[in-house]
């Protein structure tokens, strides 16, 4: 057979791992595909900058048409980032009846259906394992693997950076900034790391494996986000205090056809198996109702690790073109969208408040709580620094997001309570 042209879009982090894996596994590429893949046109923004992997520069453009108008090329590898102009390039791609492989979540969180539904119309592959959670196969596992499953909660840790910037500030009390410059010069960061720390980049990725898991279309709007900024050195030593660690946490449960996808910080208990998850290192809880638990554990960002998902999709495309049954794999969402309402979301709650250290305020506080039918698991109350104040942290049993809400509410009305420092909901109790 002959060899196989690829034109890629980027070769920054992912590109570069891309063409290394393309070099150093030629044997075992080879002996699965049968042909040898020729990258013909890379393009970037700057020709001239010096580059991660040797490559002939010649090969270079910065003219994207040199790529989606060559009718030499198959397949296009897309991992330069970007929205709106990259969704433009990918729909003419594939209406020039290239196959698609992206690692950009960014734009199927988005534009994901739309790409799908135009590349099965045009008989077009269109893969994107490496869009979440970075090399972990988790997109293949619940397609392929889990396809006979019927899958009722994910919860995951997705962001690679985040992950990084948590692990360093509890385990040896790096400061946020200095481990957020180290977590962007290793690569794991996007382009513009507000997307990563604000939990957009998390959110983008649990609508993907929801839409994928629930199969329903679960829109980036549907998914609430927390990311953390907000997180302080006290909320991390009380969790350490408390046997709990602070992770950022995306979760997707269905109840019946009623789904809750959000992604937030949350206390997990310190022997949960998602808590040891840690550094760049990403790791999904899948449930399913026949399978029971499965988790998945790998790398969620650089270059390599990225690039193996990419290449091991790009591995699935010619496999399909050679077997004549390119853009026959997508599936297209079997079931409407119900999210479920805040009365519905169940969980245990952190919450840590500032209040004046008077007779009596701990036993105001617990009939506030009692009187929404909300007890407690644990209680802390520690004198403050500041005169007169002292802190209260509680942990509750489970109760509605609604309740706790209205808790919330009443608590900033009371005069005794100065301020209502933090809270957290607590994931991963009994086993989950
Ligand atoms: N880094 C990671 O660990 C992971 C990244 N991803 C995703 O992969 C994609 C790439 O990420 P990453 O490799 O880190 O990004 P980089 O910023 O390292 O690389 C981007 C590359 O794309 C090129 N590029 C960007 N915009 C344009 C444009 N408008 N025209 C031409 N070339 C352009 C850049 O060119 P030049 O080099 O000339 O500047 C660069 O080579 C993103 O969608 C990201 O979200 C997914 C999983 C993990
Ligand atoms: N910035 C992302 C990269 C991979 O998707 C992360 O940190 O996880
Ligand atoms: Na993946």
Do not use: W
Not at 178 to 200: I, M, N, R, W
Not at 369 to 377: I, L, M, P, R, Y
Not at 403 to 430: A, C, H, P, W
């Amino acid at each position: 057979m002959k060899a196989i042209s690829i034109g890629l879009l980027g070769l920054g982090t992912v590109g570069s791992g891309v063409v290394k894996i393309i070099e150093q596994h030629q044997d075992k590429l080879m002996h699965q595909i049968g042909c040898a893949i020729n990258i013909k046109k890379i393009l970037v923004k700057d020709s001239a900058k010096d580059r991660q992997v040797a490559i002939d520069k010649s090969i270079l453009t910065s003219n994207v048409d040199e790529i989606l108008e060559d009718p030499e090329i198959d397949v296009i590898i897309e991992v330069m980032g970007g929205i709106d102009e990259t969704k433009d390039y990918l729909l003419r791609a594939i209406r020039n009846k290239k196959h698609i492989i992206t690692a950009n979540k960014d734009l199927m969180a988005l534009y994901g259906s739309q790409l799908l539904k135009e590349a099965t119309a045009n008989e077009c592959d269109l893969f994107y394992e490496a869009s979440v959670a970075g090399g972990i196969p988790i997109l293949r596992g619940l397609a392929d693997g889990l396809a006979s499953d019927r899958i009722t909660k994910m919860m995951g840790i997705v962001n690679g950076t985040t992950n990084f910037i948590l692990t360093k500030m509890s385990q040896d009390g790096s400061a946020y900034e200095e481990v957020l410059k180290e977590a962007q010069s290793l690569g794991f960061a996007e382009a513009d790391p507000t997307a990563d720390v604000s939990g957009l980049d998390a959110a983008r990725k649990m609508a993907i494996l929801s839409t994928l898991g629930f199969s329903m279309t679960i829109d980036l709007e549907d998914v609430t986000v927390q990311g953390i900024t907000e997180i302080s050195e006290e909320d991390l030593a009380y969790s350490k205090k408390l046997g709990y660690t602070m992770k950022l946490i995306g979760l997707s449960s269905r109840d019946g056809e009623k789904v809750e996808v959000s992604v937030q910080p949350a206390l997990l208990p310190e022997h949960h198996p998602l808590a040891s998850v840690h550094n760049e290192y990403n790791a999904v809880y899948v449930y399913g109702e026949a399978v029971g638990e499965t988790m998945f554990y790998g790398p969620g960002a650089g270059s390599l690790p990225t690039a193996t998902s990419v290449v091991s999709d790009l591995v699935a495309v010619i496999k399909n073109m050679r077997l004549g049954v390119n853009g026959r794999s997508a599936v297209a969402p079997q079931y409407p969208k119900t999210m479920k309402e805040p009365s519905e979301i169940h969980a245990k709650f952190f919450i840590r408040l500032h209040v004046k250290d008077e007779v009596g305020v701990l036993a105001k506080i617990t009939m506030l709580f009692a009187e929404h039918g909300v007890s407690f698991d644990k209680i802390l109350q520690l004198p403050l620094n500041e005169k007169g104040s002292s802190e209260i942290v509680l942990v509750t049993h489970h109760a509605t997001l609604t309740e706790f809400e209205k808790i919330q509410q009443k608590l900033n009305d009371y005069e005794m309570v100065k301020e209502i420092k933090s809270t957290y909901r607590v994931e991963g109790e009994n086993g989950k």
